[in-house]
């Protein structure tokens, strides 16, 4: 079973515009963690939050954590053509070193 | 430094074969954890092995195996193949544990099971 939800599944924007997506998990975390995928490939690490932390910034990433929610965002601002990939979140349950559950992904796409 | 790299990068087998997957982690890696990733269930954990030492193991049967090696290199196998096993299986390491460390991914190996 998966422990993330994110929201929305897909969504699709011009360039220039800003993509925000959520994610939802179920149980204590050490951190939370978001990956890109493009199309069948590997995965790419973007950015790493962990428990104690609300905020973090990478480039054009914004990430925010809510424990209390157990919930996280990912904001990309100013997007780009290159942007369009599917975006997972990862948990590392605070139980289960070692172990990333992932959600299902939002594939985002960005039109020219 | 090399990434994560996976051999083979495709594979075609056919029902009740076995199959054997390698991961080479980054250099200096000590931790490579094991994905499977198809449409309908996503990504899911399989196991995580750090020094030799399996340390975490998903919800998968038996017919999923792994091991890993003195230099860190990792293998996975599955043997007694089915129709389900279809999937993207995708080796990550990271240089300690996936607690405070990101994990790099290696590009996959697609496994299709006729």
């Known amino acids: 079973s998966q422990q993330g939800e994110e929201d929305p599944q897909a969504l699709s924007i011009q360039e220039g515009e800003n993509a925000t997506m959520n994610c939802s998990y179920k149980t204590s975390i050490n951190n939370l963690q978001w990956y890109r995928q493009n199309s069948g490939r590997g995965l790419v690490h973007l950015i790493l939050?962990?428990?104690?932390?609300r905020e973090k910034h990478s480039g054009r990433l914004r990430v925010t954590l809510d424990t209390s929610k157990k919930s996280s965002s990912l904001l990309i601002t100013a997007s780009r053509a290159a942007d369009t990939a599917s975006y997972f979140c990862?948990?590392?349950?605070?139980?289960?070193?070692?172990?990333?559950?992932f959600g299902a992904g939002t594939q985002v796409v960005v039109t020219p | 430094k090399a990434g994560v790299t996976q051999t083979p990068r495709y594979l075609i087998k056919t029902r009740g074969q076995q199959v054997t997957l390698s991961c080479s982690p980054i250099?200096?890696?000590?931790?490579v954890s094991w994905y499977q990733q198809t449409p309908g269930q996503g990504l899911q954990f399989l196991f995580e092995?750090?020094?030799?030492?399996?340390?975490n193991k998903g919800n998968f049967p038996g017919r999923f195996s792994g091991r890993q090696f003195s230099n860190s290199r990792s293998e996975m196998n599955v043997s007694t193949l089915e129709l389900g096993d279809s999937a993207l299986y995708l080796c990550?390491?990271?240089?300690?544990?996936?607690?405070?460390?990101?994990?790099?991914f290696g590009p996959g190996t697609r496994l299709t099971v006729t």
């Open positions: 250099s200096g890696h000590r931790s």
């Open positions: 939050i962990r428990s104690n932390e």
């Open positions: 092995y750090f020094s030799e030492t399996q340390r």
């Open positions: 990550a390491s990271s240089f300690l544990d996936s607690f405070s460390y990101e994990q790099y």
């Open positions: 990862a948990t590392v349950p605070t139980d289960s070193w070692g172990k990333l559950q």
